[in-house]
C-alpha cells in the first residue's frame, strides 16, 4: 500500500493505493482489451485505490470524477507498486526511423502537488467571461466513442463539458486558450518528452500515456500468470483464488524460492 498525494488535490486531495493482485491481472487480461482506455483506468484505479481523500471504500464515480492529471499520477504510482522504478520504453525516430531504447524514471513523470485549488476557474479569453472546471474521466469517457470516429468534435464535447451555465460557443481563439490554461493547471494530464535521436540529432516531442503504457506491460505479465498459478497451486497445494488475491511480487517471490528448492534457477 502507498499514500498518494495528487497533483490537483480537488476534491480529493490524497489517495491510498494498493498494488494489483493476480485477480486484477487477469480481468485486465480477460476484459481489459475490450475496453476504451478511459474507461479501463477507471475501472483499474477502482479496484486498486483503498481510500480517495475521507472515502474509504471509494465509488466508482468518485473516480470517474477524478481530474484527469490526478488519475494519471494514481497510475505511475500504480505502475511503481507493481513493477519498479524503471518504466523501459521503446520508440522510433521520425527523422530516421531509428529504435531508440528509453529508460524512464517514475519520480521524473510525476508532477509536484500543488496547494488545492477551487473545483470552479474563471478566466476572460478574447473578451468572454469564462467559468470551467478541469477534465475529468468521466468527460474522457463521455468523448472517447466520438474520438474513434471525430477527433475534433470529441474535443470540443470535452471542452464544453467543463465550461458552466450557460455554454455560449466560444470563438476558436478562446477555446484554443482556454485548453492551454487547463493544461497549466493540471500539467500532469497530458505528459510530453522532449527528445533527441541519438543516431541522427533529430529533435522531437511525444506524448507519454501512463494508463497505456502500464496496460501493455501488465497486459504482456498477464500471459505467464496462468502458468504461475499452475506451478504454485501444484507444489504449495494453495488454491487459485488465494494464488490470484496475491500481489504481483509476492507470487513471483514465491515462484524464486520454488525455483531455488527445486534446483531449476527458474521454475516459472
Same mark, same amino acid.
Given at each position: 500500500?502507498?499514500?498518494?498525494? &495528487? =497533483? #490537483? !488535490?480537488?476534491?480529493?486531495?490524497?489517495?491510498?493505493?494498493r498494488p494489483p493482485t493476480g485477480e486484477d491481472e487477469a480481468w485486465l487480461l480477460e476484459t481489459g482489451g475490450s475496453l476504451l482506455p478511459a474507461r479501463r483506468t477507471t475501472l483499474l484505479l477502482h479496484r486498486c485505490l483503498l481510500r480517495l481523500g475521507p472515502l474509504a471504500p471509494?465509488?466508482?464515480?468518485?473516480?470517474?470524477? &477524478? =481530474? #484527469? !492529471?490526478?488519475?494519471?499520477?494514481?497510475?505511475?504510482?500504480?505502475?511503481?507498486?507493481?513493477?519498479?522504478?524503471?518504466?523501459?520504453?521503446?520508440?522510433?525516430?521520425p527523422g530516421c526511423g531509428e529504435r531508440m531504447d528509453l529508460d524512464l524514471q517514475v519520480r521524473d513523470l510525476?508532477?509536484?502537488?500543488?496547494?488545492?485549488?477551487?473545483?470552479?476557474h474563471e478566466a476572460v479569453l478574447d473578451g468572454h467571461r469564462v467559468c470551467f472546471r478541469l477534465p475529468n474521466g468521466g468527460d474522457q469517457e463521455?468523448?472517447?466513442e466520438l474520438a474513434r470516429i471525430d477527433p475534433d468534435a470529441a474535443a470540443d464535447l470535452l471542452l464544453h463539458r467543463c465550461v458552466g451555465e450557460p455554454?455560449?460557443?466560444?470563438?476558436?481563439?478562446?477555446?484554443?486558450?482556454?485548453s492551454g490554461l487547463m493544461a497549466e493547471l493540471d500539467p500532469q494530464a497530458e505528459l510530453t518528452l522532449e527528445l533527441i535521436c541519438p543516431a541522427c540529432g533529430?529533435?522531437?516531442?511525444t506524448i507519454f500515456d501512463a494508463g497505456s503504457?502500464?496496460?501493455q506491460e501488465l497486459r504482456h505479465q498477464?500471459?505467464?500468470?496462468?502458468?504461475?498459478v499452475h506451478l504454485l497451486a501444484f507444489h504449495y497445494h494453495w488454491s487459485e483464488r488465494e494464488i490470484l488475491e496475491m500481489p504481483a511480487r509476492k507470487r513471483r517471490l514465491y515462484l524464486d524460492l520454488l525455483a531455488d528448492a527445486l534446483g531449476e534457477g527458474g521454475a516459472r
Open positions: 500500500m502507498v499514500a498518494v498525494t &495528487l =497533483p #490537483v !488535490g480537488v476534491p480529493h486531495p490524497d489517495a491510498e493505493l471509494v465509488p466508482l464515480e468518485a473516480v470517474r470524477s &477524478l =481530474p #484527469v !492529471g490526478d488519475r494519471e499520477a494514481l497510475l505511475l504510482h500504480l505502475r511503481r507498486l507493481t513493477l519498479g522504478e524503471v518504466v523501459s520504453c521503446v520508440l522510433r525516430c510525476l508532477v509536484a502537488p500543488t496547494i488545492p485549488g477551487p473545483e470552479r463521455e468523448a472517447a455554454q455560449e460557443d466560444l470563438p476558436s481563439s478562446a477555446a484554443e486558450r482556454l533529430h529533435a522531437f516531442s503504457h502500464l496496460f498477464g500471459l505467464r500468470l496462468y502458468r504461475e
